[in-house]
């Protein structure tokens, strides 16, 4: 796939393979401030839904790393010396946004 709009350089990236059980640990209720965003497992997906109610699919780039097939924010998902997720960091644009994990997470109705 080929864009030719300056400035706008686009990126082809290769999902990685991982067991769907291993979302499971993402699943979970962010918050930065009162901007929540809720992630959870669909499936074999990691879903993530925020404040505009648009539900995105993300997919595995590495360990705890995940990216959209657009435009859309890479995820990176945090954790303590237990191997608990304790957060993300959203990264788009040049900018991150730091979320601390603020409980669990059922999917959000449609």
Same mark, same amino acid.
């Given at each position: 796939? #080929? @864009?030719?709009?300056?400035?706008y350089p686009f #990126?082809?990236?290769?999902?990685? !393979?991982?067991?769907?059980?291993?979302l499971d640990d @993402?699943?979970?209720? @962010?918050?930065?401030g009162d901007f929540? #965003?809720?992630?959870? !497992?669909? /499936?074999?997906?990691?879903?993530?839904?925020? %404040?505009?109610?648009? +539900?995105?699919?993300? @997919?595995?780039?590495? +360990?705890?790393?995940? *990216?959209?097939?657009?435009? /859309? %924010?890479?995820? =990176?998902?945090?954790?303590?010396?237990?191997?608990? #997720?304790?957060?993300?960091?959203?990264?788009?644009?040049?900018?991150? *946004?730091?979320?601390? =994990?603020?409980?669990?997470? !059922?999917?959000?109705?449609?």
């Amino acid at each position: 796939m #080929v @864009y030719d709009w300056p400035g706008y350089p686009f #990126v082809e990236k290769e999902a990685a !393979r991982i067991d769907p059980a291993q979302l499971d640990d @993402y699943a979970g209720k @962010y918050s930065l401030g009162d901007f929540i #965003v809720t992630v959870w !497992r669909d /499936g074999n997906k990691l879903m993530a839904r925020g %404040p505009d109610d648009l +539900d995105t699919e993300f @997919y595995a780039e590495s +360990d705890g790393w995940f *990216f959209t097939a657009d435009e /859309g %924010p890479e995820l =990176k998902f945090s954790r303590d010396t237990k191997g608990q #997720v304790t957060g993300l960091t959203a990264r788009q644009y040049g900018q991150s *946004f730091e979320f601390k =994990k603020a409980g669990p997470a !059922r999917p959000p109705s449609q």
